[in-house]
């Protein structure tokens, strides 16, 4: 069981189960969880008078205009194309909660409304469970859960994410924050820097054409650190060709007042979003810097391979990395 010290109740799903608030603290770190959708509501670093991520006390806005907000989101990250895909000669299909034709973040009933089950709790670290069975949003095989979230050593906040599954199945789970490491009232001056050389090609409904673009010489160049002014981004950085030993992606810095972030990451995407359609709060009030699969890999062939197999285990590490310039 966990100390019931580290937790408090918050408040109640739409089916009157107890959400709980979950109190980490470890070194410069503090950072508060809610078993709703694993979602990292705050988050502080010791000598910074504010938060670090964006969120929000009214959990019912979690469910509407801070949707993904901070969560871990899955059973699939980013999109699925028309909502189906093809696998050992089954065509499945999928909740479409996206446009009415793809599926966004696992369907509509994703991990990111989930409530999770909390397994072990100390002071600067919590193990969430979460079961979704077979059929779930469409997807095949019941798949098992298991969701560590810690602050480190080094003033970082690492996601390590384990699944198992009864049926193949695709799998990709991201953490969905979004960052402002300069509490101000948009992400345009902060600094961003990518280590990869191509981005997913997407339409204008955000799905993947199969292309893959070179970033050098783009609009959304960021081979070296750069401000993110104005542009707008949504895309999938190609960082690696397969899931992989934990590296480092990218580096986000705020000039004021001088802190900087780091990501490190087992996975193959980088999925940046600099919330330009946010409704719950100020346009690009956060950037999303989210490590995955890369979208409609079910669909795409020749993209890093994103199906589980009942006989392996997913395993995704990442980890955000803190510190005061």
Not at 68 to 86: K, W
Not at 195 to 215: C, F, K, N, S, W
């Amino acid at each position: 069981m966990a100390p019931i010290s580290h937790l408090t109740t918050v408040g109640q799903t739409p089916a009157g189960h107890d959400v709980h608030a979950i109190h980490l603290q470890h070194g410069p770190l503090q950072a508060r969880i809610l078993t709703l959708g694993a979602i990292v509501q705050d988050l502080r670093l010791r000598g910074v008078g504010h938060s670090l991520v964006v969120g929000c006390e009214q959990l019912d806005r979690y469910y509407s205009d801070m949707r993904y907000v901070g969560a871990l989101v899955g059973r699939y990250a980013n999109r699925i194309a028309r909502g189906r895909f093809d696998c050992n000669g089954t065509r499945y299909q999928l909740s479409q909660n996206a446009l009415g034709r793809h599926c966004l973040h696992g369907g509509a009933e994703g991990s990111d409304v989930t409530l999770w089950t909390v397994q072990h709790l100390t002071q600067s670290q919590v193990h969430l469970h979460a079961r979704f069975g077979d059929g779930h949003m469409g997807f095949p095989g019941a798949l098992d859960v298991d969701c560590v979230i810690r602050l480190t050593d080094n003033a970082a906040l690492e996601f390590d994410v384990q699944a198992t599954t009864t049926a193949a199945t695709p799998v990709s789970f991201a953490h969905h924050g979004y960052f402002n490491l300069a509490g101000s009232a948009d992400i345009n001056d902060h600094q961003l820097e990518i280590a990869a050389q191509h981005y997913v090609d997407v339409d204008a409904e955000g799905i993947p054409t199969g292309r893959l673009m070179d970033v050098v010489g783009s609009d959304i160049d960021f081979s070296q650190l750069t401000p993110i002014g104005s542009r707008s981004v949504d895309h999938n950085f190609c960082v690696a060709p397969a899931r992989g030993a934990v590296q480092r992606v990218a580096r986000l810095v705020s000039p004021r007042p001088g802190v900087t972030m780091t990501v490190a990451t087992t996975e193959p995407g980088l999925q940046v979003y600099t919330g330009d359609h946010f409704t719950g709060c100020a346009p690009r009030a956060g950037v999303a810097l989210e490590t995955q699969s890369w979208p409609d890999a079910p669909n795409q062939p020749h993209f890093p391979n994103a199906i589980l197999q009942p006989d392996d285990t997913y395993q995704s590490t990442t980890k955000y990395g803190f510190d005061v310039l």
